[in-house]
């Protein structure tokens, strides 16, 4: 690791973030920072129910409603939905309703104060039709709410026969369930947009967003027009992890209208409530696990059921259920799998994209059922594990063959050693038999997050990145990748530099904006470094290659000579321009009919431990201190990797013990941050962070994906280590205090 | 009360004598953001419960959002634009910028305010007190590792010491 670093001068080397000095300052402009002339707020009126049929919409007293603008589904100039996966979703409810805090009336005036007034003074007389509000309940169709069946998405993952395994005589067979819930992205700047629209100059929209072009897809169906008619430009954006990946669409679009409509600028600016209940959050969860192992402890089938709760639209469900499902089977080779999944309509608003995409959930249930069958062979968790880890060569439950040089145990043995994992289990096992009521626990979670978009998924994307280098020699990339806080435009700079020799300052990196860079693809699913910075490595090897080309650049160059050549090619030829469009790695195979095949180019492979107390005055768990070891092939920035590791360990900590949506009728009850609990300063525990770097040969100078991996382990681990300090193998998330109490009262006594 | 009647205040802003009219029901954060065009003072919640949008009033860290503006009247407020002077950034500038501490960046200027407090109180803080002092400003990306070791850093350089951080804080355990 170290030689690697010393033989490269940028990647490997925490550089100074590209735009920290911005955010120092207060000098970075996020959406709300903005105001154009004669700008105007508006504001969105949502229904109150979860199901129903709306028979009358009426304007109360005491607004001046001549004064405001009122946009309706009768308004909308396009198709009156969300383009994303299907058309299901509408920008407003006409009709009917399908989920608490669906759209159906936009409101916009200059006064933001008396917009709210105003959206206080509509009232949506619905007419109430029976919900769905649990997978159980949508399973077993108690009412049909969405399709034919209440399914958005099914899929079947078959590897050997399980069948065949079940009545054979030298298996143990191991029956779970597990739930986990939902959870909310809670990035800190609330979602907010602002647009310009009129019919001569089409629609601009400039948004705190992932996924521009998810937006500008969506601009051209909701107002039929033409796509150069549609700009969108992201502006600094406080913190996305996935609740900024579809939502903006909507907002995006709703502003829009309101623009269109009253030919003003027009802000909209979600307050924190509204965020929370109306946006997507992580989906719920349903998990039961049947695993057939040997006496000899090796995993002989694994039969899984995975279901997940949508909400009541489309959205993103079927690929968030589509990486839980690839991710279900976790780390270990079984030669007979079979994974049933599927995602479910409730009349709950649409869950949506956060940080690991399916996998946590999937991965917890797993985890559990892992520690469980140990329990049940009597042999240890982590020697359950050794005997199953997958090897290179061996096959995932989608037949994909590992070619990467994996090794679990050696990072097992790793995380074991830099956390003290052993001492600390006998330890805590003696201490525990006191009379102390503090009670400690120490557990573990081994697991893989596949990078870059499930199965062909990169193939439809086909991103494309651009570099141009000025008369001067400063080399701009143009990609659609937003920067959110995970240091892209960092390590974008960082791989060009490093690409072309030349010095990181060199390098910028330009905003994403719809009309100057092209579809780089959306900024998710641990892609963003390892696929579209593989483009921006080979766009900045074309810029030289044209410069060597023509003559103008030696194959050894100083940065002078750089500059020379770049301010002789665009004064001869104009503009200095090289693009590079995702190709898959060759053996790269897959088949979506089957759900066979090479899944993603690459995983990150980890081993995270966890150590908890549990008060059993209080029932208040708490994690004490928490070692996450993971290979992540090389690691292009130090800094950032470790930030991106301790940050989703940190909302790992809040999945598993903190963050509880209460679900009432469909709604969330608790849409602050006093009674939505995510970690404070002083609920983290310290992070130590440990990289195994081995090179991936198709991903930028070796690196692989980051971002959502560390998501997956922290409550897996966290609840193992509860196991441990409490005698009690919790199989749902989150685990609150109360649950504690329920299950450990009668034991305090 | 007339709506339209403004409300007129004289202060000091960042150093400097202010002055400004609004209307007397904005809370300071929308004086400074709305009438005062710092928008470099965020807001996560407008209810007190993020910290996001700290400022200094007299050297003390308040919460914006639940202090009105005409209560700024004849004191001293200090926000994000006012941390770096002529001679450059305020060290808490310099290492959140650089150690990783602002990632996303939109809780980063209650977080400097709120460590800026601190260090004028103890300029030798524990880990626990840095804890402590923080805890009522959240942040989602960072884990908040990162930040305790910006606090730790500059507090360091304040004092005069010569200091980088550790090569764990910034390699990991090796």
């Known amino acids: 690791m170290s030689e690697a670093r010393q033989q490269s001068s940028i990647v490997g080397r925490p550089v100074p973030r590209k735009e920290g000095r911005a955010k120092v300052t207060g000098a970075a402009r996020y959406v709300d920072d903005l105001t154009l002339p004669g700008m105007i707020y508006g504001a969105t009126v949502r229904s109150t129910v979860a199901r129903g049929r709306i028979k009358n919409i009426t304007f109360g007293e005491g607004v001046p409603w001549d004064e405001l603008t009122v946009v309706t589904a009768r308004d909308i100039p396009g198709a009156n939905a969300v383009a994303l996966i299907l058309l299901d979703q509408p ?56 399709g034919e069946d209440n399914t958005f998405k099914s899929y079947l993952v078959e590897k050997g026969n399980v069948d065949e395994v079940w009545s054979r005589d030298d298996v143990l067979i191991v029956e779970g369930e597990y739930r986990t819930g939902a959870q909310e992205q809670l990035y800190i700047e609330t979602n907010g947009v602002v647009a310009v629209a009129n019919a001569d100059e089409g629609v601009t929209v400039w948004g705190s967003m992932q996924c521009p072009y998810y937006v500008h897809k969506a601009l051209i169906k909701l107002f039929d027009l033409p796509e150069e008619k549609i700009r969108v430009i992201q502006t600094e954006t406080g913190g996305g992890f996935g609740g900024k990946e579809e939502y903006p669409s909507m907002i995006a679009g709703h502003a829009a209208l309101l623009a269109w409509k009253s030919g003003q600028p027009v802000k909209i600016i979600y307050d924190r409530a509204e965020d929370m209940a109306a946006t997507t959050k992580r989906h719920p969860s349903l998990t039961r696990h049947r695993t057939a192992v040997t006496r000899d402890g090796k995993l002989a089938a694994q039969e899984i059921e995975f279901t997940v709760d949508g909400g009541a639209y489309a959205t993103l469900s079927a690929v968030v259920l589509s990486r839980g499902t690839i991710h279900a089977a976790g780390p270990y080779y079984c030669p007979n799998v079979r994974i049933n999944a599927r995602a479910v309509a409730t009349n709950a608003p649409p869950h949506g994209a956060f940080r690991g995409f399916g996998a946590p959930q999937s991965i917890f249930a797993l985890e559990r059922q892992m520690d469980k069958v140990a329990r049940a062979l009597d042999l240890s968790a982590e020697e359950f594990r050794r005997r199953n880890f997958i090897r290179e060569g ?20 790793r995380a074991f050693e830099l956390s003290g994992y052993e001492e600390k289990r006998g330890r805590f096992a003696r201490e525990n038999a006191g009379r102390g009521k503090v009670k400690r626990g120490i ?59 030349l010095d990181y300052d060199m390098v910028e990196v330009s905003r994403p904006d719809t009309a100057s860079v092209p579809n780089s693809g959306p900024t998710v699913a641990s892609r963003t470094c390892m696929i579209v910075g593989k483009l921006v490595e080979s766009a900045a090897l074309g810029l030289r290659q044209t410069l060597q080309g023509a003559g103008l650049l030696a194959e050894v160059y100083t940065a002078d000579e750089w500059r020379e050549a770049c301010r002789r090619h665009t004064e001869r030829h104009g503009a200095l321009k090289s693009f590079s469009q995702y190709k898959a790695p060759p053996d790269v195979v897959w088949d979506d009919g089957k759900y066979r095949g090479d899944a993603y180019g690459a995983f990150a492979w980890a081993v995270y431990v966890a150590e908890v107390s549990v008060d059993l005055v209080t029932y208040d768990a708490r994690v004490e201190d928490f070692v996450a070891v993971q290979e992540v092939g090389r690691v292009i920035h130090p800094v ?18 903190y963050e509880r949506v209460a679900w009432r009728e469909g709604r969330m009850a608790n849409s602050q941050m006093t009674n939505y ?56 998330i989150p685990l609150m205090p109360e649950d504690l109490m329920k299950e450990l009262g009668d034991a305090r006594d | 009360m007339n709506g339209k009647q403004k409300a007129h205040i004289e202060f000091t802003l960042n150093g400097e004598r202010a002055e400004v009219a609004f209307a007397p029901h904005k809370t300071l954060l929308e004086v400074l953001r709305e009438d005062l065009s710092l928008t470099g003072t965020k807001h996560g919640c407008e209810l007190g419960e993020c910290g996001t949008c700290a400022v200094l009033l007299d050297g003390r860290s308040v919460l914006s959002c639940l202090v009105l503006g005409l209560d700024a009247e004849g004191r001293s407020v200090q926000t994000v634009e006012g941390l770096a002077d002529a001679a450059g950034l305020h060290p808490l500038q310099e290492t959140f910028a650089d150690t990783g501490a602002a990632q996303c960046g939109y809780c980063t200027p209650g977080f400097l305010l709120v460590a800026k407090e601190l260090l004028a109180h103890n300029d030798n803080p524990s880990r626990e007190e840095i804890k402590e002092a923080l805890s009522g400003n959240l942040c989602r990306c960072t884990g908040y590792i990162k930040i305790y070791e910006a606090v730790e850093l500059a507090a360091a350089r304040m004092r005069g010491e010569e200091m980088e951080l550790p090569r764990e804080a910034v390699y990991g355990l090796e």
């Open chain 1, 91 to 146: 920008y407003l409810a006409s009709e009917f309703v399908n989920h608490p805090e669906e759209p159906i009336v936009l409101l916009a005036h200059p006064d933001k104060h008396l917009v709210e007034r105003a959206r206080r003074a509509v009232l949506v007389e619905i007419e109430p039709l029976p919900p769905v509000f649990t997978i159980e309940e949508s399973a077993a169709k108690k009412e049909i709410v969405w």
């Open chain 1, 677 to 732: 609990i995510m970690p404070t300063a002083l609920d983290v525990p310290p992070i130590r962070v440990h990289f195994e770097e081995t090179p991936y040969p198709y991903g930028p100078a070796g690196a692989k994906g980051i971002g959502e991996l560390p998501m997956d382990g922290p409550a897996p681990a966290i609840l193992s280590a509860v196991e441990q300090a409490t005698g009690v193998a919790f199989t749902h």
């Open chain 1, 640 to 657: 950032l990797a470790a930030g991106q590791i301790e940050g989703g360990v940190a909302q790992g900590v809040g999945y598993a013990l």
């Open chain 1, 394 to 413: 061996e096959t995932t439950a989608t037949e994909q063959i590992i070619r990467e040089k994996v090794d679990m145990a050696g990072l097992l043995a």
């Open chain 1, 443 to 501: 557990g573990f979670a081994t697991f893989m997050h596949g990078a870059g978009f499930t199965g062909s998924g990169e193939v439809f994307l086909q991103s494309i990145v651009g570099c141009e280098a000025s008369s001067d020699g400063r080399v701009h990339i143009l990609a659609a990748s937003t920067e959110i806080g995970q240091g892209t435009n960092t390590i974008f700079a960082q791989i060009a530099a490093e690409a072309l020799k």
